[in-house]
C-alpha cells in the first residue's frame, strides 16, 4: 500500500510514518522545505515530497497514485484566526478536493482519507464527563479551524471514504508541549493554573499513530468519527505534575496556584509580543482559557468499530517520555 502522510516532519506524522515504515508500506511524506527531516530519513521506504498543503498544484502532485491519506499536518498555533484557517481548513480542503478528482487526468486511486483533527473540535466538557461525537462548542481559534475542516472532509464522503480521528492530548518522544511541563519542574517550579483541578484525557503517540492505521485498515462506513484516549481515564493538573515529578524522579521546589486574572494577563502580554514579533505563540487567552477547563473523551466505539487497543498506559508513557528525552539530549 502506497499512503500519503501528511505532517510527517511533525510529532504525530513522524509516528504515523514510522509505524507504516515498520510494517512495509510505501510512505509519500509531503514535507515542507524547511521541515527536519532527520528522522525520516532515516526509514526505509519512504519518499520525501517537498511541498505544504496550501500548495494546490504540490497537494495534486502528491496525492496522484497513492492508495491512501492519512492527513496530520497543521497548525497548533498560529499569528491569527485567519491563519488557522488558512492551513488547518484551506489545506484540508485542497487534499478532500485532489483525492476526490485525482490528478494528471486519471481517476482517484485513494481507498480511504484519514483526517486527524483534535478533542478541541467538540469543546470541552461541561460537566465531567465524555463529550458527545455530535458537541460542537470550540472554545479556540484551533479547535474551531479544526471543526471547520472536518465538516470539509465529511462533505465528501459520498465520494471518498472518509475517517476522522479525534484525539485528547498527544504526547510522547518527540513531542515539545509536554517537554515543558518536565523543564518546568527541572527549573524547580510547578505552577498550577486554577487551583490544577482541570481535567484531560491523554493518549502516547505510537498508539494514536495505530489508531490512524486501523482507520486506514478497517472497512467502517464512510464519515465515521472516533475519539482517541488511553483509556486511563481524565487525569487533573495535579496529578499530572505528581506523576511528572515521579518519572523526573525529583520534586519542584516552588509550588503555586496562579491566579486566573494573572494567568490572562501574561497570555495577553504573550499575545502582544507575538504580535510585534510576527510569530506565533502558543499561550494565547484563548489557551489560557482551554487550560481551565475540562477536555474529557471516550474511545469505546474506536476500540471496537476499528479493532484498535491502546498499550501505553499514562503512569508508562509518561515513564517512557523522560527516558526519550534524556537519552536523546532533550532534558
Known amino acids: 500500500m502506497k499512503v500519503l502522510v501528511t505532517g510527517a516532519s511533525g510529532f504525530l506524522g513522524g509516528h504515523v510514518a ?31 515530497f517537498e511541498g505544504g498543503v496550501e500548495d494546490v498544484e504540490r497537494v495534486r502532485e502528491a496525492v496522484d497514485g497513492v492508495d491512501a491519506i492519512v492527513h496530520a499536518a497543521g497548525l497548533t498555533k ?30 482517484s486511486t485513494v481507498k480511504r482519507f484519514v483526517f486527524v483533527s483534535s478533542l478541541e473540535a467538540c469543546g470541552p466538557s461541561a460537566d465531567g464527563l465524555p463529550v458527545h461525537p455530535d458537541q460542537e462548542n470550540p472554545v479556540t481559534a484551533y479547535g474551531r479551524s479544526k471543526l471547520a475542516a472536518e465538516k470539509v472532509v465529511l462533505s465528501a464522503k459520498d465520494e471518498l471514504p472518509v475517517v476522522i ?54 472497512d467502517v462506513p464512510s464519515g465515521s468519527v472516533y475519539f482517541v484516549d488511553d483509556g486511563c481515564g481524565a487525569i487533573d493538573q495535579n496529578r499530572l505534575f505528581a506523576d511528572a515529578e515521579r518519572a523526573l524522579g525529583r520534586k519542584a521546589r516552588f509550588r503555586a496556584s496562579l491566579p486566573v486574572p494573572v494567568l490572562m494577563t501574561v497570555a495577553r502580554g504573550i499575545e502582544v ?43 508508562e508513557g509518561i515513564e517512557r517520555s523522560v527516558a526519550w528525552y534524556r537519552a536523546n539530549g532533550w532534558l
Open 18 to 48: 514510522e509505524l507504516l515504515s515498520a510494517r512495509g508500506d510505501s510512505v509519500r511524506a509531503l514535507v515542507r522545505k524547511t521541515s527536519n527531516k532527520k528522522h525520516l530519513e532515516k526509514l526505509a521506504n519512504v519518499e520525501l
Open 78 to 107: 498560529a499569528r491569527s484566526t485567519d491563519e488557522f484557517f488558512a492551513v488547518n481548513v484551506g489545506g484540508t480542503s485542497n487534499l478532500v478536493q485532489a483525492a476526490r478528482s485525482g490528478s494528471r487526468g486519471r481517476a
Open 165 to 218: 480521528l479525534r484525539p485528547g492530548a498527544i504526547y510522547g518522544p518527540r513531542d515539545g508541549e509536554i517537554l515543558e511541563v518536565f523543564k518546568t519542574i527541572q527549573r524547580g517550579v510547578l505552577p498550577l493554573v486554577g487551583g490544577g483541578e482541570a481535567k484531560g484525557v491523554w493518549i502516547y503517540a505510537t498508539d494514536c499513530a495505530e489508531a490512524c492505521l486501523r482507520a486506514i485498515d478497517s
Open 273 to 315: 509580543f507575538g504580535r510585534i514579533t510576527n510569530r506565533a505563540v502558543m499561550l494565547t487567552r484563548d489557551k489560557a482559557n482551554m487550560l481551565l477547563q475540562h477536555w474529557i473523551c471516550s474511545s469505546e466505539a474506536t476500540r471496537k468499530d476499528l479493532g484498535w487497543e491502546p498499550k501505553v498506559p499514562w503512569l
